[in-house]
T-cell receptor, first 115, second 113 residues
Framework: DQQVKQNSPSLSVQEGRISILNCDYT??????FLWYKKYPAEGPTFLIS?????DKNEDGRFTVFLNKSAKHLSLHIVPSQPGDSAVYFC??????????????FGQGTTLQVKP | DAGITQSPRHKVTETGTPVTLRCHQT?????MYWYRQDPGHGLRLIHY???????DKGEVSDGYSVSRSKTEDFLLTLESATSSQTSVYFC????????????FGQGTRLTVV
């Protein structure tokens, strides 16, 4: 059973426009959410995170929104740049279950930003 | 970049042979993790460690074992490799478990033929 789902395998946007990547989760015990970016032949790199006590976190061009009632989060990239083209993974952790830092990942969404 | 080194970076092995992947960190982080990445599944946790000689299973641990005899090294062993273990393996480290923010290595591409 996939506890974290990214239902869009791919997304294509024009340079300068907004990219919106979506993520849904089923486990209400998740209390910390992260986005990772991955380029081919490299490891994932941390992008931005949000605690369940917040509904928004912003870092430069990247903003993550959390809707706890809908168990949904989204990553907004504004404006999108060609260098943002990568696979984006949503991840969640449950700090209450032994606090081990284990992450549950979604399947990933491949973002292509066209010049 | 966090000091994480995975070795080897690529390996082709035959079904039934043992394989050991190594993760080495220079950050002195307490937590270390092994994930595998497969199409349609994202990254899935195989095993993790919360200290020297302290390890536990993740969601896809069958067929894998791990060892951590030193803070800096975390070994993943496939006792008898199968084709279903063909994957890209990532090691990750975390200083604190609280936020789950982890740093990943470059990955090891393993092919079992």
């Amino acid at each position: 059973d996939q506890q974290v789902k990214q239902n869009s395998p791919s997304l294509s946007v024009q340079e300068g426009r907004i990219s919106i990547l979506n993520c849904d989760y089923t486990n209400s015990m998740f209390d910390y959410f992260l986005w990772y970016k991955k380029y081919p032949a490299e490891g994932p790199t941390f992008l931005i995170s949000i605690s369940s006590i917040k509904d928004k976190n912003e870092d430069g061009r990247f903003t993550v929104f959390l809707n706890k009632s809908a168990k949904h989060l989204s990553l907004h990239i504004v404006p999108s740049q060609p260098g943002d083209s990568a696979v984006y993974f949503c991840a969640a952790s449950d700090r209450g279950s032994g606090n081990t830092g284990k992450l549950i990942f979604g399947q990933g969404t491949t973002l292509q930003v066209k010049p | 970049d966090a000091g994480i080194t995975q070795s080897p970076r690529h390996k082709v092995t035959e079904t039934g042979t043992p394989v050991t992947l190594r993760c080495h960190q220079t950050e002195n982080h307490r937590y270390m993790y092994w994930y595998r990445q497969d199409p349609g599944h994202g990254l899935r946790l195989i095993h993790y460690s919360y200290g020297v000689k302290d390890t536990d299973k993740g969601e896809v641990s069958d067929g894998y074992s791990v060892s951590r005899s030193k803070t800096e090294d975390f070994l993943l062993t496939l006792e008898s490799a199968t084709s279903s273990q063909t994957s890209v393996y990532f090691c990750a480290i975390s200083e604190s478990s609280g936020e789950g923010k982890a740093f990943f290595g470059q990955g090891t591409r393993l092919t079992v033929v």
